[in-house]
């Protein structure tokens, strides 16, 4: 009788384990021909930016990198005294630090930098803008070569606030531009293991428009203040590199089109006719980081230079013009000199990034597998040699691990804002870098991701994604929660 058992067990096994085998053996031919090789891990990857990592996980991103020699030091510090402290109105007996307006966001860098990364979202409702930043552009592509269409009125960005000064002839005040209302719209859904998650879609209106309403042609653009640690390391990055990611017809079926943005660099290409690739911005407005500081201290802070040389009035803003013209500064007479913007320009380029954090660890390491094998490299580029630099020698030749192309990619209707950047469109966004990206609630005391901060989480951010980025979203969605933890672990590591 058990003799009788034992050979029936048998039989009753075979088919079991015949099947077992089988789909043993599609398992590894779908992980040999279906999935990407994933490379090697290297002690290296560690080491985030090379010679300018830096061990401070603490307080701020704002510390120079390990590289950086003692008179650079000096220079970091001294340009981090006009990114930290406020700008007044002028004319003032405070020289070096009257300027402000006649219309800004904010009176200092660090007010929307906190730390060197994000500040703190503005809560929904009608507000005066603080971290969100109100950008305007055209709904509909430029016919223009290397030319970025505007409202004619309020121009290229939103400005809520003004310093004091009324025409008393004609009893015109200058005033800030707008308030934005904003709030969110609760999108429920679930993983494919069924744990549900929530996103918030944002809905954002300009209201209180101090000089009319915008063209008809022209969309808003909400963006929450980038991290801005490593960018120097990011400006090093060579062209060829960069170029030989582009495949803007996605030539090779992957369904990844990278795309570099072609901007003017106001100091040369009036002159050149040559237009530059894109790197800084959420739609890699800038060239380099020189003219992306410059950008910011113009339209920003209202601190005209020598490459933005002019206050952003428009005609229509006549005590705007007025007021300009009274603070005394004008394009011969700028209100920051080239060497106070050169020393704020090295702050920026030598802030270094934090090493990483753990990634040794198995959960780390699993998560880091999984990252490429749902193919997300493909945007987030991992890592890249700097070329030579000669004005910064710690930024030159360093292994750097960024986790980005700094392309263009579509990311899908749900993330577009409809508004065109020279050649980026309504749809496409820069790829972020990612590194150092989990330490922002320890610095900041918050973690918020994407263009206007609406993801709450890693989590959330991926989920966000659509266009080209889809089919990582679906991937992501379909992994167990124990492999959706370790990618997160993975990512908050790097």
Excluded at 317 to 323: P, S, T
Excluded at 361 to 368: D, L, P
Excluded at 403 to 420: I, K, N, Q, W
Excluded at 454 to 462: D, F, G, H, P
Aim: one cysteine or more; proline letters at 5%; glycine letters at 8%.
């Amino acid at each position: 009788m058990k003799l009788n058992m034992k050979v029936t067990n048998k039989i009753k096994m075979k088919p079991l384990i015949c099947i077992a085998i089988t789909w043993l053996g599609l398992l590894l031919v779908a992980s040999c021909s279906d999935q990407p090789a994933v490379p090697k891990y290297q002690v290296i990857e560690q080491k985030t930016a090379g010679n300018m990592t830096h061990k401070r996980q603490y307080a701020s991103y704002i510390y120079p990198g390990q590289g950086v020699d003692n008179q650079q030091k000096l220079e970091f510090w001294s340009g981090f005294s006009f990114f930290r402290d406020p700008w007044i109105t002028a004319p003032s007996a405070t020289g070096n630090r009257d300027g402000l307006g006649p219309l800004f966001n904010t009176r200092s860098c660090v007010a929307c930098h906190t730390a060197g990364s994000r500040a703190q979202l503005d809560k929904p409702g009608e507000i005066l803008p603080l971290s969100l930043v109100v950008r305007l552009g055209s709904t509909q592509a430029s016919t223009e070569v290397g030319r970025t269409e505007v409202d004619p009125v309020y121009g290229g960005q939103i400005q809520p606030r003004a310093i004091r000064y009324r025409l008393l002839d004609i009893k015109q005040d200058n005033l800030g531009e707008a308030w934005l209302y904003f709030d969110y719209t609760v999108k429920q859904g679930s993983f494919n293991d069924g744990e549900p998650y929530e996103l918030l879609k944002p809905n954002y209106q300009l209201t209180k428009l101090a000089y009319g309403e915008l063209a008809p042609h022209i969309g808003l653009s909400v963006r929450l203040a980038p991290n801005i640690y490593g960018m120097g390391l990011l400006d090093a990055i060579k062209v060829k590199d960069l170029l030989a990611q582009e495949d803007i017809n996605d030539s090779d079926g992957d369904g990844i089109s990278a795309k570099y943005n072609r901007v003017p660099n106001v100091l040369t290409t009036a002159e050149t006719g040559v237009f530059q690739i894109g790197r800084f911005g959420f739609k890699a407005k800038q060239p380099n980081l020189h003219q992306q500081v410059a950008a910011a201290f113009r339209d920003d802070i209202g601190i005209i230079n020598s490459s933005f040389s002019e206050d952003t009035c428009s005609k229509t803003q006549v005590a705007c013009i007025q007021a300009s013209a009274s603070g005394g500064h004008d394009s011969e007479n700028l209100e920051i000199d080239d060497r106070r913007l050169s020393l704020t320009v090295t702050f920026n380029a030598l802030m270094g990034v934090p090493a990483t954090r753990g990634l040794y660890n198995k959960q780390e390491q699993q998560g880091r597998r999984l990252f490429y094998q749902l193919a997300c490299q493909k945007c987030h580029t991992p890592s890249y040699i700097t070329g030579d630099h000669t004005k910064y020698p710690a930024l030159a030749q360093q292994t750097i691990w960024p986790y980005t192309d700094l392309a263009l990619h579509d990311m899908g209707d749900e993330l577009a804002d409809g508004v065109f950047e020279f050649d980026a469109n309504g749809h496409e966004w820069r790829t972020p870098p990612l590194w150092g990206i989990g330490l922002q609630k320890k610095m900041t005391g918050q973690q918020r991701f994407l263009h206007d901060g609406r993801a709450r989480t890693i989590s959330e951010a991926i989920l966000w994604h659509g266009g080209e980025a889809a089919p990582a979203k679906k991937a992501y969605s379909a992994l167990t929660k124990q492999h959706r933890n370790a990618l997160i672990k993975f990512i908050k590591a790097i």
